[in-house]
């Protein structure tokens, strides 16, 4: 068998270089005083190095072959990509939640109810964290703004 599990290690190393390159671009000065590029440029470090681990010790007996569930991965960051255009423009309580039904009933095969409760359950719940509470800046909402919200 072909030593292509090894290809992961080696594209993690390859992202991992790049981000100590442009975070080195961006200046780290120090732990006291960091600039941007401080954390990045420390994170792209513990990447590298957990890639170049990862390629001497990873063992090809851990891989699962693919088979036809591997569509649900592509679904999934389809449907990823498709909140992100619409949160631009319809702001995040729709998107969402309708992000949320898909993944939990198509992708994770829940019955409707708990899927249609749990979407607006986790939909509520990042809404009131990150709107509310940490005062994250989300695009106008839709949704929100029926009801008199930002």
């Known amino acids: 068998m072909s030593r292509i599990y090894r290809l992961g290690s080696i594209v993690a190393l390859a992202v991992s270089v790049f981000f100590v390159a442009s975070a080195y671009q961006l200046s ?87 899927a249609l409760g749990l979407a607006a359950l986790f939909t509520a719940l990042f809404y009131v964290l990150f709107v509310l509470l940490l005062g994250v800046p989300f695009p106008d909402d839709v949704v929100a703004m029926l009801w008199g919200g930002e």
């Open 28 to 114: 780290l000065g120090s732990l006291t005083e960091p600039r941007p590029g401080l954390w990045p440029f420390l994170v792209g470090l513990v990447m590298a190095a957990s890639s170049v681990a990862l390629f001497f010790t990873d063992d090809r007996e851990d891989y699962q072959r693919f088979t036809g569930r591997f569509r649900f991965i592509i679904f999934g960051l389809l449907s990823l990509a498709a909140f992100i255009v619409a949160f631009a423009f319809l702001g995040f309580i729709l998107p969402g939640f309708l992000t949320f039904v898909f993944w939990l009933r198509f992708l994770g095969e829940e019955p409707w109810g708990r």
